[in-house]
């Protein structure tokens, strides 16, 4: 039997659980991935780094008791109606299932809970169904007595990177006005940030911490992004026709000009904290460069955003 520290990590075959699940993995916790189909390719890649495998589901809460027994430190994130029908998440499964699981942590006498909720959680009702679930699920948490960290990430530069936003026409469509910033966080990073957040629970319990590892522009994105493909890239809002005919794209657009979907992470501090964080040039380099390529070759007929 292994004497290293041990965490649940949650959401493991995916974004934020998987660079998570890594980032504990090389400071030599003993991970337990939870997740849903063992034989999968994923799973698989993740029982190769040595990382054992709790099946399991968040539609079957003994399933991730038993997946959390005599672990340390628990990493929660749930899959959310944002993500549009990938999961076919509903906002009250989403605060159903971050509930659950904080009571289930508090239950089991788990030393740390750190949950992963949104930058724009905590900053009033916003109107978004998955960031309104997580500021619910962020006070229930509060509320329990038990030793917790939430992070509040901004958006994750790999959602740059989906199809539809023009790359493959020379353009990029986004959020932002042109002169409007933005902050942004590489996937790694969130596991960099929140390993190093459970491997020194003390020092971290009752915080809430926004984080984010760039801030750009429109002009910004269209500047860093001409650099990396090495061909010229015009960067343009949504159209407001869009933003009119799409409400979750305008709402959001609405949410990136009051601010809150913007991001307000101190970016300098979090560096000094956590050392070096990627900035959006850096990650489109090394591990942002395949989506980019794969970006800039889809085929023309993916849906026009603007
Ligand atoms: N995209 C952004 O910019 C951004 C920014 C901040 C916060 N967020 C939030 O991040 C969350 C998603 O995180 P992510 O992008 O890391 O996730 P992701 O890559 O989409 O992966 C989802 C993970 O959840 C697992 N899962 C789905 N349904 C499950 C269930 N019923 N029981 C157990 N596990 C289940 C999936 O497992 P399988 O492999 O089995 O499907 C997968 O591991 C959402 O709440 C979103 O709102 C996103």
Known sequence: MSDARSALVLGATGQQGGAVARALNTKGWAVRALVRDPQGDKAKALAAQSIELRQG?????SSIQAAMSGVDAVFSVQPSSGQGSAYG?????????????????????????????????GKGVTGMGHFDSKTEIEEYIRR?????????????MEMLMLPGMGLNQGEFNFLMRPDQAMQVIAVDDIGKIVAAIVDAPAAHAGRTLEIAGDEVTGLDLQDVLSGAAERPITYHRFHERLLTENRFLGRLAELVDDGRCAGSADIKALRQEFGDLMALDTWLEGPGRPLLQHALQAPVTAVALR
Do not use: N
Not at 57 to 61: I, N
Not at 89 to 117: C, F, I, N, P, R
Not at 144 to 156: A, E, K, N, Q
């Open 144 to 156: 329990l007595d038990i030793c917790y960290t939430i992070v509040r990430p901004s958006s994750f």
């Open 57 to 61: 589901d968040l539609g079957d809460p």
């Open 89 to 121: 998440v509903s906002d009250e499964q989403e605060v159903l299932w971050g509930t659950m699981v904080a009571d289930l942590a508090k239950a089991s006498g788990v030393g740390h809970l750190v949950y992963s909720s949104v930058g724009a959680a």
